[in-house]
């Protein structure tokens, strides 16, 4: 008998990745995600979440939760263009939209979903789509799902993009341009104001991937067009319902004929079940939360910058972060995963980031701050840098 069903093409790939030391194997968390967790059997304060507002375990979304799945069931039963839309999704919809000061939003079942089925769905053949080179994954998949010809500009580089716009711009019938607001392994923030000014004077559209800034930045969490002051001239805003927001989902948000089109041509919508009302509930309880009190984001930022202070003083490379992801730069990849291993023995779960996720020679770990950390957690965390960056040299 053959032994193609031995997948031996695949144990290779495996193996390959086994002697690079870039296997990974996933941990188990047993419990909730909250700011200490129980990890593969160890209490641990947790510092990779991106549960940035402490909303995963939020009481009045439990509660929100719970009474949706008595009314509605636990699933939806169908895609929205036929029995999945439930009036409860509008009503999120609605709910986001206000929040977000934007005509329309329409919600996906995840924010790689927004970009996978929104990117392909509003550009075609003729089409110039031009991305910055440190987009997420789920940007760079969505672009090379769509039929138009593409271009990259050096990240944050606006001379670059300017180059590609004067180059390229005029030899096509419609332009998109591509960023993530808050690009999640640096934590830096996308140059907007100059973006939409380049955009503006080559009649192109622009498309802002804000997972990392929805719930973070802007006036109770509004994300960062609402901090750049841009409402009305970004034309695709995506947002996530998974890191600040605590459940989970995206949504694109933008004018009423954005969503309309996207009804009828976003294959997500139209080929894959909606959202369970229990997540949808939830989601929009969250939304009500941020638009009655900035307690939460005002929480974050003062973790955040509590913690910053701290490492920084250490003398740890924070990068250029500019948002509460701060990431810890070793540089080397087998070093970044030792130092992660041994924050972990000592209590403290950070998980490492190195190639290919960054470029070569710039190994991590990444630290995610939350609304729920206690100082006490982050002050303990901070000794346990210390101990750890000292006794392996770093520092």
């Given at each position: 008998?053959s ?5 031996n ?10 002697n690079?030391g ?10 909730a ?12 304060i ?13 009481e009045?979304?439990?509660?929100a ?17 036929i029995i999945?839309?439930?009036d409860i ?15 329309a939003t329409?919600?996906?079942?995840s924010g ?20 910055d ?12 799902l ?28 419609n332009?998109l ?6 690009f ?6 996308a140059?907007?104001?100059e973006?939409?000014?380049?955009a503006?004077?080559?009649n192109?559209?622009t498309?802002v991937?804000?997972a ?7 006036e ?9 002051n ?30 309309e ?15 369970p ?6 989601a929009?309880?969250?939304?009500e ?8 984001t ?11 202070e ?12 500019e ?17 992660s291993?041994k ?5 403290v779960?950070?998980?490492p ?5 960054v470029?070569?020679?710039t ?6 701050i ?11 965390a ?11 040299n770093?520092?």
């Open positions: 008998m032994n193609v069903h031995e997948l093409y695949l144990k290779e790939e495996i193996d390959a990745l086994k690079a870039t296997f990974r194997k996933l941990a188990t968390l047993q419990g995600n909250g700011p200490v967790v129980m990890l593969d059997g160890k209490e641990v947790n510092m990779s979440s991106n549960n940035y507002l402490g909303l995963a375990t939020n009045e979304m439990k509660k939760a719970i009474e949706a799945v008595e009314k509605y069931g636990v699933g939806s039963g169908a895609v929205r263009t999945g839309n439930m999704h509008e009503k999120l919809e609605e709910k986001l939209a206000e929040f977000k000061r934007e005509e329409m919600v996906f079942q790689f979903n927004c970009n996978a089925g929104a990117i392909q769905a509003i550009t075609s053949k003729g089409d110039l789509i031009i991305s080179s440190l987009n997420h994954a789920s940007i760079i998949d969505g672009v090379r769509s039929r138009a010809d593409k271009a990259i500009f050096q990240h944050s580089d606006m001379e670059d993009l300017e180059k590609v716009l004067k180059e390229k711009r005029e030899n096509y019938k332009c341009i591509i960023t993530d607001g808050v999640s392994m640096d934590g830096d923030l140059k907007l104001p973006i939409v000014e380049l503006e004077k080559y192109a559209m498309y991937d804000d990392h800034g929805s719930g973070v930045l802007g109770n969490g509004r994300g960062t067009i609402d901090h750049f841009l409402h009305g001239r970004i034309d695709f805003s995506i947002g996530t319902l998974s890191k600040a927001i605590g459940v989970i989902g995206g949504y694109v948000a933008g004018s009423k004929v954005m969503k089109w996207l009804i009828n041509r976003g294959r997500p919508i139209l080929f894959s079940t909606s959202l009302p229990a997540a949808i509930a939830a929009t309880k969250s939304v939360l941020l638009m009655e009190s900035s307690e939460y005002d929480r974050l930022w003062d973790n955040a910058k509590f913690f910053k701290k490492l920084g003083k250490l003398g740890f490379n924070t990068g250029k972060s948002t509460p992801i701060t990431p810890v730069i070793i540089g080397d990849e087998a070093k970044s995963l030792e130092f291993q924050l972990f023995d000592n209590g779960f950070v998980s980031i190195i190639f290919p996720t470029a070569k020679g190994g991590r770990v990444r630290c995610m939350s609304a729920a950390h206690s100082k006490e957690n982050l002050a303990k901070v000794d346990v840098f210390e101990k750890v960056g000292k006794e392996m770093l520092i």
